[in-house]
């Protein structure tokens, strides 16, 4: 009988079985897990509850960041002549903006429309962040960096830009010495 035969099989067979059965409820599990984190449960899901947890618990993260960087960006020193700046990041340049005293205490952070920002060519850095420049306003910037070929401008940019409070552009100018005849429209 087939019963029997498979009863009868040898413990090692039986071990490679068991294994296999650990590792497929770990792959599943895993999935499972990966599933809810991207939030792509659809609606007739059966796991819709617990994976609306998950995301939740990710919108919840997601809010607590964005508070601290809008923290740190409103709270502190006057001295660096970006206290105008923060001011004016809580009410963007745009008519899609949003006043802070209208929103109640959880949403009174203006953060910036995703079609904004890419129609106004933020960097993908700043996308999603909330910028002390107000996001999309083109300004004339408040600090050069000069420095001859192979002085080492390029590490002091990449040094300043890991400060919040510094917007820097990606690429070097150049305007001085290759883009001047463009104009002050061009360099904004
Ligand atoms: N702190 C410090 N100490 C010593 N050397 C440093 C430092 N920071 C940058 N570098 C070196 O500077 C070179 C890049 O300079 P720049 O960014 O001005 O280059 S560029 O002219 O804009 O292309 C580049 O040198 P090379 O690697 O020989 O090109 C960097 O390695």
Not at 61 to 89: C, I, M, N, P
Not at 147 to 176: N, S, W, Y
């Amino acid at each position: 009988m087939a019963f029997s035969r498979i009863s009868k099989l040898d413990p090692p067979c039986r071990g490679i079985f068991k294994k296999a059965a650990v590792m497929l409820c770990t792959l599943f599990t895993s999935l499972f897990l990966l599933h809810c984190f991207i939030g792509r449960c659809s609606t007739t899901s059966p796991v819709k509850a617990s994976s609306g947890r998950a995301v939740g618990l990710f919108e919840d993260f997601r809010s607590l960041r964005t508070k601290r960087l809008a923290h740190q960006w409103t709270s502190g020193s006057e001295l660096t002549g970006y206290g105008v700046a923060r001011r004016s990041s809580r009410v963007l340049a745009d008519e899609r903006t949003v006043q802070v005293s209208e929103l109640p205490e959880e949403e009174s952070f203006i953060l910036p429309q995703p079609d904004l920002v890419a129609s106004r060519k933020v960097s993908p850095r700043f996308a999603g962040r909330l910028s002390p420049l107000g996001e999309g306003s083109k300004k004339l910037p408040q600090a050069l960096i000069i420095g001859v070929k192979k002085g080492g401008t390029r590490a002091l940019l990449e040094f300043l830009r890991v400060h919040p409070d510094i917007r820097a552009v990606g690429a070097e100018p150049h305007f001085f010495d290759r883009n001047y005849d463009n104009g002050l429209e061009w360099y904004r």
